[in-house]
């Protein structure tokens, strides 16, 4: 089994900065793939970025491209999110998540919330104006 566990979020003003942090636990060597997501009040939740496990290959929405980095330190089992130039549209729970699946995270397409076998249960960010 695969425990998934999320941490580092806040409440900030815009413009501000933040590093979410995600741990995985239990059978990490069969993660591949772990990515980041985002539920905003009142949207369906949406894939804000991934990364493959060797973090040769990286993928990021259109929103968060050249604000957001995401890296991973496999010895830590970890995964970051690198938050800067925060705006109030970043609110939201963000989650991560894990796969089985090699080939997922290809640098051009985000994958799907379903394409993921292990979730966290979110951790809170809150950017205000």
């Known amino acids: 089994q695969v425990q998934v566990m999320e941490s580092g979020g806040d409440s900030v003003q815009a413009g501000g900065s933040l590093m979410l942090s995600c741990t995985v636990s239990?059978?990490?060597?069969?993660?591949?793939?772990l990515g980041w997501f985002r539920q905003s009040p009142g949207k369906k939740r949406e894939p804000i970025s991934c990364?493959?496990?060797?973090?040769?290959?990286?993928g990021y929405r259109d929103s968060v491209k050249g604000r957001f980095t995401i890296s991973r330190d496999n010895d830590k089992n970890t995964l970051y999110l690198q938050m800067n130039s925060l705006k109030p549209e970043d609110t939201g729970m963000y989650y991560c998540?894990?796969?089985?699946?090699?080939?997922?995270?290809?640098?051009?397409?985000?994958?799907?919330?379903?394409?993921?076998?292990?979730w966290g249960q979110g951790t809170q960010v809150t950017v205000s104006s």
């Open positions: 998540a894990a796969g089985r699946r090699s080939g997922i995270c290809s640098g051009y397409d985000l994958p799907a919330d379903n394409e993921y076998d292990y």
């Open positions: 239990g059978l990490t060597s069969a993660i591949k793939p």
């Open positions: 990364i493959t496990r060797d973090g040769a290959s990286t």
